[in-house]
């Protein structure tokens, strides 16, 4: 059981006491499977993106043995390309039997796939443990193998396949968010693989590729501008950084951000999302605006709930939370923001950038846009 002692590092005047931070956790926790698996809550469905941001908020708190748990059920539910399905069952089945980790949707998208490097590494960083980064090795290899088989001539990275498809009739579209996760991803794991000296050269290509794509060529991925993500993600994901993310966040802050509660999930919905919030808040913090970040975690306050889980939104015309779920991935992000702001070393590490391989970046357009350049 998770206790104030094991979350002091999460402590954040105004947004988390420990013992909130605690409380938390234990939500995180009761949602996990005794197989590791992280749905969305319980009886509810797991994706592989968001089952690893809860693990990477389990080792922020200190739980490490149930975060590896959460690495441990990708590996051992990988498919034999490298990649996972976008959607696997945790709750009753139709005829009422349980559907424990089947698969419910069977397509396969790439920024999913990609993730569990960021994870890995970020893992490796908080425990240390050197035996784990090398058992998961061949399942993050075969996961980035699988995503840069679909990388396409201009850098992008198609966003999915869908069941039966194969990566040579994948469909030619890249989502900007899901590439910004993936470059991101890419950098993660060349880390890895320079930590146990064993270089990819095709990786360093790819990445480079990709995060010149995203910093500098908006037109070729497919129009999702009414979606925050596709606003603050580029900077997240890492692919922005100096004057050119603070000119990217000020230039939408409007759109997006409504005082006071939190920022909206599209630019056309009175609806708030505790999620993109707590994400928001972390890239602000990456690029050196911590005041604004910490503002934007304590606005989200009003969707905490008395268990310690946050409620996915809040649609403000109606003043009516909705929907009505408490998601791990929700929770998770909020913690991995207020770790970050703390200081926790392995969640600067891993959301910074500083540190992490930027990739080769192409000749042409070269600017001072990317990480490294």
């Not at 925050?228 to 993310?245: I, K, N, Q, T």
């Not at 966040?249 to 509660?261: E, K, N, Q, S």
């Not at 939370?321 to 207020?338: D, M």
């Amino acid at each position: 059981m998770t206790s104030p002692g094991r979350t002091e590092r999460l402590v954040l005047p105004g947004v988390l006491t420990a013992e909130q931070a605690a409380a938390t956790v234990r939500g995180i926790l009761a949602v996990q499977r005794p197989d590791g698996a992280v749905p969305w809550f319980t009886g509810g469905h797991l994706d592989p993106w968001d089952h690893t941001e809860a693990a990477m908020a389990l080792d922020a708190a200190g739980e490490h043995e149930r975060a590896e748990a959460a690495y441990d059920w990708l590996a051992s539910r990988q498919n034999p390309d490298g990649s996972w399905y976008a959607a696997y069952g945790y709750g009753p089945g139709e005829d009422g039997r349980p559907a424990e980790g089947e698969p419910t949707d069977r397509g396969r998208e790439t920024n999913f796939c990609a993730y569990i490097a960021v994870g890995v590494w970020h893992h490796y960083l908080s425990t240390g443990d050197e035996a784990f980064l090398d058992r998961m090795w061949p399942c993050l290899y075969a996961a980035v193998e699988f995503v840069l088989s679909l990388q396409l001539p201009d850098g992008t990275v198609s966003w999915k396949l869908d069941d039966g498809d194969t990566p040579d009739r994948a469909p030619r579209e890249a989502l900007l968010t899901g590439c910004s996760s993936i470059y991101h991803a890419l950098r993660c794991a060349l880390a890895v693989a320079e930590k146990r000296e064993d270089p990819q050269p095709d990786w360093e290509l790819a990445a480079g590729r990709l995060g010149h794509a995203v910093a500098r060529h908006p037109e070729r991925f497919l129009d999702k501008d009414r979606y925050s993500m596709d606003w603050y993600y580029p900077v997240l994901g890492s692919a922005l950084r100096g004057p050119a993310a603070q000119q990217r966040i000020a230039d939408h802050w409007d759109r997006f951000v409504v005082d006071g509660l939190g920022v909206r999930c599209v630019d056309d919905h009175p609806w708030v999302t505790g999620g993109e919030s707590a994400e928001l808040a972390l890239a602000l913090w990456a690029i050196g605006e911590s005041e604004r970040a910490v503002q934007i975690l304590r606005w989200i306050q009003h969707l905490r709930a008395e268990d310690g889980m946050y409620w996915t939104g809040y649609v403000f015309a109606d003043e009516a939370i909705w929907p009505e779920e408490r998601t791990s991935w929700t929770a998770g992000s909020v913690l991995l923001a207020v770790a970050a702001i703390g200081g926790d070393e392995a969640t600067t590490a891993v959301f910074g950038g500083d540190r992490l391989p930027a990739g080769l970046a192409p000749a042409e357009d070269d600017c001072d846009c990317l990480p490294g350049a």
